[in-house]
T-cell receptor, first 112, second 111 residues
Framework: NAGVTQTPKFQVLKTGQSMTLQCAQDMNHEYMSWYRQDPGMGLRLIHYSVGAGITDQGEVPNGYNVSRSTTEDFPLRLLSAAPSQTSVYFC???????????FGPGTRLTVT | DAKTTQPPSMDCAEGRAANLPCNHSTISGNEYVYWYRQIHSQGPQYIIHGLKNNETNEMASLIITEDRKSSTLILPHATLRDTAVYYCIVRVGTGANNLFFGTGTRLTVIP
């Protein structure tokens, strides 16, 4: 059981570039979510999904897109990177929203 | 979801019990109390959660006051590996609402 995996671990982008952060889980969890964590702050929810084909916005969705075509994968797309999106991104999954969430190791993104 | 208040930092001697308080005076009847921790820059790790009864698992104990306005996470024998930021979160127990992380308590276990 690999749990929740995220790739890449580190990424540097120039302003205006686009990219996709990958997230996968092998626990057959229905619920998946993306958070960002800025220095000295707690985690803030970007987008979440309660199952394949269903996604919804969290607290800070602007500048990000998600899709959920399979139970296992929940990629996060940055459409046009901005320096304000420099952050550490965490993906999480759980059986359902109220159950314990399992977090991936994070992707550290720098936008210059 | 109700707001929580935690001290920004605490120290604990290695081998002693660490008692981390959390105030959630506006908690609703259907909101659970969850605790997560984040070690260095890793992803957060679930610790424990409860509604109104005290809970215990292999990692910690959760004590919730009778009026549910505050709770305490207890790590019975703190080790250096317990040094982390601890987050107290309250949320409704069902539905697709989510975990709202504040800034937590930075616990430092001292040798």
């Amino acid at each position: 059981n690999a749990g929740v995996t995220q790739t890449p671990k580190f990424q540097v982008l120039k302003t205006g570039q686009s990219m996709t952060l990958q997230c996968a889980q092998d626990m057959n969890h229905e619920y998946m979510s993306w958070y960002r964590q800025d220095p000295g702050m707690g985690l803030r929810l970007i987008h979440y999904s309660v199952g394949a084909g269903i996604t919804d916005q969290g607290e800070v969705p602007n500048g990000y897109n998600v899709s959920r075509s399979t139970t296992e994968d929940f990629p996060l797309r940055l459409l046009s990177a901005a320096p304000s999106q420099t952050s550490v991104y965490f993906c999480a999954s759980s059986r359902a929203p109220e159950y314990e969430q399992y977090f991936g190791p994070g992707t550290r993104l720098t936008v210059t | 979801d109700a707001k929580t208040t935690q001290p920004p930092s605490m120290d604990c001697a290695e081998g002693r019990a660490a008692n981390l308080p959390c105030n959630h005076s506006t908690i609703s009847g259907n909101e659970y109390v969850y605790w997560y921790r984040q070690i260095h820059s890793q992803g957060p790790q679930y610790i424990i959660h409860g509604l109104k009864n005290n809970e215990t698992n292999e990692m910690a104990s959760l004590i919730i006051t009778e009026d549910r306005k505050s709770s305490t996470l207890i790590l019975p024998h703190a080790t250096l590996r317990d040094t982390a930021v601890y987050y107290c979160i309250v949320r409704v127990g069902t539905g697709a609402n989510n975990l709202f992380f504040g800034t937590g308590t930075r616990l430092t276990v001292i040798p």
